[in-house]
């Protein structure tokens, strides 16, 4: 169903660039608690990291980062501390090179890398690691809205929350190369045009594109056709695009499943944003007036900022406990 968020707005932070960008400019990040890195070794011959803060008896919750994240984002050490506080047992899955090593393989990761979402959580389930709760952002929630739709529920997760999705995936990736918002995917398409040319460094012709070619991808329609799409088993942007976005899987989710989206999301447009009729009963779509992109900043002062996902989350979640 689709709801209306209790989230109000700082008024200091009302636009909604100062939503997304107040958090990773202006906040003293969360101290990161002392975590224990697990590495994962997948069937295909790579590995994905796994960052736990260790609770015993404690439900666990998985957090997914967005593109280009990890356990060090400034919205994920929040997330952690707060869900630590709420006396969880907490794990954040990096994706493929986003732990601060490059993977093994050519392939890395992208929105719709459900696969490795399950990999994940029976590698986990093999070192005694049951998953109760799911948490993903951006891209990350994402590709947990596609698990979840993908009928993955014999792992007895209990329920899962999505912040700031880009639902469709090809309106994503035009809206955030309009205005300002270019700001945002120049600086996503740097790091991605790094790993990309060490990539090509190490693989030569296997990357098609010179680094003359690569360097001069300059948005993500031309980045996910030339690099995303062919790395990855797809013969297009627009293929990618189709069979990566989430917003599909939505009404066949059989889990209690909270999204938190902003209407002023500048990563995206108001066309991502679901009708009722696309939802399954599980699915509680809370939608807000502002927000921004994982901001989500209220407060009466900026000295004061409240950040509402750290504490939104953790109620859901208590909920299924």
């Known amino acids: 169903m689709l709801t209306e968020s209790q989230f109000k707005p700082a008024w200091w932070a009302k636009n909604r ?49 967005g593109l280009e994240g990890s356990v060090d984002s400034h919205y994920m050490r929040g997330i952690v501390n707060a869900l630590i506080q709420a006396g969880k047992q907490v794990a954040v899955m990096h994706f493929r090179g986003c732990s601060g090593e490059s993977n ?74 309009e205005g300002f918002s270019r700001l945002y995917s120049g600086r996503l398409l740097k790091t991605l045009k790094i790993k990309a040319l060490y990539k090509k460094m190490q693989y030569q012709d296997a990357l098609a594109l010179s680094p003359k070619e690569i360097k001069q991808l300059n948005n993500f329609w031309a980045f996910d056709h ?17 069979k990566a976005s989430s917003q599909p899987f939505l009404k066949s989710i059989e889990i209690p499943t909270l999204v938190i989206h902003a209407k002023d999301d500048p990563f995206m447009n108001t066309k991502v944003i679901p009708a009722e009729e696309h939802l399954s009963d599980k699915v509680d779509f809370e939608l807000a007036e502002y927000g921004g992109h994982v901001g989500f900043v209220a407060g009466n002062w900026p000295w004061q900022a409240e950040y509402y996902l750290e504490k939104r989350i953790p109620q859901y979640l208590a909920q299924f406990e």
């Open 104 to 177: 093994r393989l050519l392939r890395s990761y992208h929105s719709g890398v459900s696969d490795d979402l399950q990999s994940v959580l029976l590698l986990l389930k093999q070192q005694a690691i049951d998953v109760d709760f799911l948490v993903g952002f951006s891209l990350g929630g994402n590709v947990l809205l596609k698990w979840l739709g993908e009928n993955h529920c014999g792992l007895n997760i209990k329920a899962a929350v999505a912040v700031s999705v880009p639902l469709l995936l090809d309106e994503c990736a035009t809206a955030i190369d």
């Open 17 to 65: 660039h100062m939503q997304t960008i107040w958090g990773a400019i202006f906040r003293l990040a969360p101290k990161k608690p002392a975590m224990q890195r697990k590495r994962l070794d997948l069937a295909d011959g790579d590995f994905i990291d796994v960052d736990l803060f260790a609770v015993a008896n404690a439900p666990t919750v998985l957090l997914l980062h």
């Open 226 to 242: 030339q690099i995303t799409a062919p790395l990855h088993g797809f013969g297009s942007a627009d293929e990618y695009y189709r």
